[in-house]
């Protein structure tokens, strides 16, 4: 019978060669349709504290024709058939000999207890053998800890694991993010409880990351994407929610600007010609994917002019960076926002880069034209196109309310000379309009290669916005 010493014993490589044949059929594994190169750039054994299985953590670097990753893929070691052997951890394969069964380490309490014996940060007492993978995630894989049982003293806080499926050198902004504003007493991330850090040979270098944040997890919490849709299929207005999100983004807003300060820019950057540039570049873009786009050539123009010849910006700040409602969590009466690590894929800089908060308003801002149009297909509130543009209406002014009355009321951001109600209401909207075009275009062409019947949302919204 294999035991955890033999199962250590079992080479990388040999791994390795299970992983080409069960990577391809993930959701989260970024390279799709062509077969890559697999190399291990990093290995690290853990130790299970009940000492079951093996536990590493392989860091492999795939490449092919326009594909260059960096991925993390924590395994479990174990003899085939193994009493006690966990039925939610995928099997990846068997190899060695004597032979050792490879399984997926996200699945596995061994693999959880080991994770959990090093992260740094203050823990939590959570119970892995009681663990459940959640699915459908595309980019990262996540898993709730439940609470563990506590003889006395006050309940222990539920977690839920992130790891990092897709590494970049440098800190993960969602680890740091969470970890600045609960610092700085923000109160609606869910709060930081475990990380932990690791490294790996990037081309003849030793690159260093996070590879996984263990999190608060909010029991009974609903996605705010889910939730709009719900509301919208039973014909109820999001308006109420909507003000209140808006309250809690400038709130965000103000936290990140105090916990995370940027230097200014250099008084030779003209913002406004950058936002405007940037929109004839997405537009060039889009419309070489999206023909139908074609016909709106004088309209962009148009806009980047206005948007080009504006004073000025508000100061560029930390900002979420890819912010909407499937983002943000309704627990308690209150709304949080999660998911800081913008796309995986981006180097860590460009995912941290200072830009307008407006963009976060833009983004939430798309995202009610998608609620109604899924809560139309799934339920009988929403009886027209006519019903529910109202209801994205209703939903988008109550948004920009609740925004701009929470930062009218703050004033400048605490610890900046950042003045968010100085640039008028005329620049603002215009900025705004320039930053949701930008990203209707984005979707447009997302819908268009693998969507299309939902071409039409984003189509719709850019006439709207360059009418």
Known sequence: MTTVGDAQDLADGEIVRLLAD???????????????????????????????????????????PGADVVLQIPVTLRSPGAVGAPAGAAVIGVAGVPPVEVRDGCGDPAFLRAWLAVADGPGAAVDADRARVLTGEQSNTSVVLPAAPQADGPPATPGILKVFRTLSPGDNPDVDVPRALAAYGWQHVPRPLGWLEGSWTDRDETARGHLAVLSQFLSGAEDGFELACAMAARGESFAEHARELGVVMASMHAAL????????????????????????????????????????????????????????????????????????????????ITDFEGEPLAPVAARTRPDLALRDVAGMLRSFDYAAAVGAVTGGGIADDAAAQEWTDAARAALLAGYRDARLAAGPHPGTDEDPTDIGHEARAQVLRALELDKALYEAVYEARNRPAWLSIPLRAIARLLT
């Open 257 to 336: 600007a105090a916990a995370l300060p940027v230097p200014p820019p250099p008084p030779t950057v003209h913002r406004a010609s950058s936002v405007a540039q940037a929109v004839r570049d997405r537009f060039r873009w889009a419309v070489a994917a999206v023909p139908e786009l074609a016909p709106f050539a004088a309209a962009v123009e148009d806009l980047a002019v206005r948007t080009q010849h504006l004073d000025r910006l508000p100061a560029p700040q930390r900002i979420h960076g890819d912010l909407h409602l499937g983002q943000a969590l309704y627990a308690h009466e209150a709304w949080f």
């Open 22 to 64: 069960w990577l391809p059929g993930l959701r989260w594994y970024p390279v799709k349709g062509v077969v890559a190169a697999l190399e291990v750039v990093g290995s690290r054994e853990l130790a299970d504290p009940r000492g079951e299985a093996g536990v590493r953590i392989l860091v492999v670097r795939a490449t092919a």
